[in-house]
C-alpha cells in the first residue's frame, strides 16, 4: 500500500510561482498513476493533473494548461506539481492521488490521497 505525504505549500502572490511534491512510501509507487486534485472552500474536490506510470503520458484541465507541470521521480518515489502565472482561482488545498485505473480523471477512480496541502494566492 501507497502512503501519500504532500508539501511545498504556501502563500504567493498572484503572477507568482509554487512547487508542490508529494512524497510517497511503499514499493509499489511505480505502478500507479499519479494524480493532484484542489478543493476550494465551498466547491467540489476537483481533477488538476495526472501522469501515468511511466511519465511519458500527462494530461491536464484545461484552466491550468500551459501553466502546470505534472512530472514524478520513481527513484525518488516522489510526484510534483510545477505552478506558474498563479491567480486567485488556484487558491485551494492541493491533494496527492493514487490511481489503478487506465487514465483516472474523477476523483472516484483514484485510490489513494495525502492529507492536503494548502496554496493560497493574494491578489
Known amino acids: 500500500q501507497v502512503q501519500l505525504v504532500e508539501s511545498g505549500g504556501g502563500l504567493v502572490q498572484a503572477g507568482g510561482s509554487l512547487r508542490l511534491s508529494c512524497s510517497a512510501s511503499?514499493?509499489?509507487?511505480?505502478?500507479?498513476?499519479m494524480g493532484w486534485f484542489r478543493q476550494a472552500p465551498g466547491k467540489e474536490r476537483e481533477f488538476v493533473a495526472a501522469?501515468?506510470?511511466?511519465?511519458?503520458?500527462?494530461y491536464y484541465t484545461d484552466s491550468v494548461k500551459g501553466r502546470f507541470t505534472i512530472s514524478r521521480d520513481n527513484a525518488k518515489n516522489t510526484l510534483y506539481l510545477q505552478m506558474n502565472s498563479l491567480n486567485a482561482e488556484d487558491t485551494a488545498v492541493y491533494y496527492c492521488?493514487?490511481?489503478?485505473?487506465?487514465?483516472?480523471?474523477?476523483?472516484?477512480?483514484?485510490?489513494?490521497w495525502g492529507q492536503g496541502t494548502q496554496v493560497t494566492v493574494s491578489s
Open positions: 492521488a493514487a490511481g489503478s485505473a487506465w487514465y483516472p480523471r474523477t476523483k472516484n477512480e483514484f485510490d489513494i
Open positions: 501522469i501515468r506510470w511511466g511519465g511519458g503520458s500527462s
Open positions: 511503499g514499493r509499489t509507487f511505480t505502478t500507479y498513476t
